[in-house]
């Protein structure tokens, strides 16, 4: 029988570094300048292809976020403008912003696919116990129902959109802006209600349920120093 490190393929499995990662990406990108940028958004659209089958689309997902990306970095624009700033400066302000918006969106929804909302939770649960003790499964509870509606939010609201188009309501934009919100928060409320009642069926709301192995594997971790030295020089460029 094939011990189960030997048949453990490559790769970063561990929560507790995937959150590291992700945190030291989060601040390297926001120091970052363009071709920091721009290198991340590179290996962005690389994890796109490798988490096709993630939790999160990932494409789709970077294909909201450049959207709300732009609507700030257009704000960003018109505020340097209003305030006296020339327009070269205003531009680069604002792709820059808008630059630094998509990346972190764009690693948050890696990490939410890359690992399920349990296990994300488990390896805060891990770190949080020497500060926190018994308590620390209440700060992984909250980040599990988190990014468990990520998805479930991004979902709701695009049945909504298509209810309301099959639908064809003949109102002003106003209007249907209202219908489609409270249809959305409708979907939401209940969506919340029946989470209450499966973390409650399934004893997620004790200690004794964030408490699991969690080994190190020096191999793994060595490949994410690796990693974090690569994203430390790809900000520095």
Known sequence: MQNSEATRRPGIYDSRLKIILAAAAGFLAWRSGPAGL??????????????????????????????????????????????????ETAVTEAGLLGLRLLVLMGVGFALASSASPREMALGVASMLRPL???????????????????????????????????????????????????????????????????????????????????????????AGLVLLILLYAAGRI
Do not use: C, N
Request: charge should be positive; glycine fraction near 8%; avoid cysteine.
């Open 38 to 87: 721009f290198l991340y958004l590179a290996m962005l659209a690389g994890l796109a292809v490798v988490l096709r089958g993630g939790r999160v689309p990932l494409r789709a997902a970077l294909v909201r976020g450049a959207i709300f990306a732009g609507f700030w970095a257009a704000a960003k624009f018109l505020f340097a403008v209003w305030e006296g700033a020339g327009s």
């Open 132 to 222: 926190l003790g018994k308590r620390a499964w209440r700060p992984a509870l909250s980040l599990a129902l988190m990014i468990h509606f990520l998805p479930v939010a991004l979902a709701l609201h695009e049945r909504t959109s298509v209810a309301m188009a099959a639908r064809r309501v003949e109102r002003s934009r106003w209007v249907r802006f209202q219908l489609r919100l409270s249809s959305w928060l409708g979907g939401l409320s209940q969506e919340a209600s029946s989470q209450a009642m499966a973390v409650a069926a399934r004893g997620l709301d004790r200690e004794e349920a964030w408490r699991a192995p969690m080994p190190v594997h020096a191999g793994e971790w060595l």
